[in-house]
């Protein structure tokens, strides 16, 4: 069994910076994935980013008025810990966001793409 424990997040004013963290333990995966997704009442949830564990290669969310740009996804092998930067935070990035953990390296921007999910960590950005 994977657990996935997200932190960082809290309550910032527009244009402020927050660092999410998730860090992963049980049955970890030397290959595969980690995504960030975030999710709005009444939304469905939502890609951010991805990166692979090995070669740390990284994706964004593409819709127009994303995070390429000011968000900014890491990993810490040895920790198992993947981060999220997320600079320039717009009132609409508020949300509840979660780090995910996608075993196969298939890659995926959808929700279902992904087997193991964290509880969740609240970022509120005020106007």
């Known amino acids: 069994q994977v657990q996935l424990v997200e932190s960082g997040g809290g309550l910032v004013q527009a244009g ?32 951010v980013s991805a990166i692979w564990w090995s070669g740390g290669n990284t994706y964004y969310s593409d819709y127009t008025g994303s995070v390429e740009g000011r968000f900014t996804i890491s990993r810490d092998n040895a920790k198992n810990t993947v981060y999220l930067q997320m600079n320039s935070l717009k009132p609409e990035d508020t949300a509840v966001y979660y780090c995910a953990l996608e075993p196969r390296a298939a890659g995926g921007r959808a929700p279902d793409d992904y087997d193991y999910w964290g509880q969740g960590t609240q970022v509120t950005v005020s106007s």
């Open 16 to 47: 402020g910076s927050l660092r999410l963290s998730c860090a992963a333990s049980g049955r970890t995966f030397s290959v595969g994935h980690m995504g960030w997704f975030r999710q709005t009442p009444g939304k469905e949830r939502e890609f």
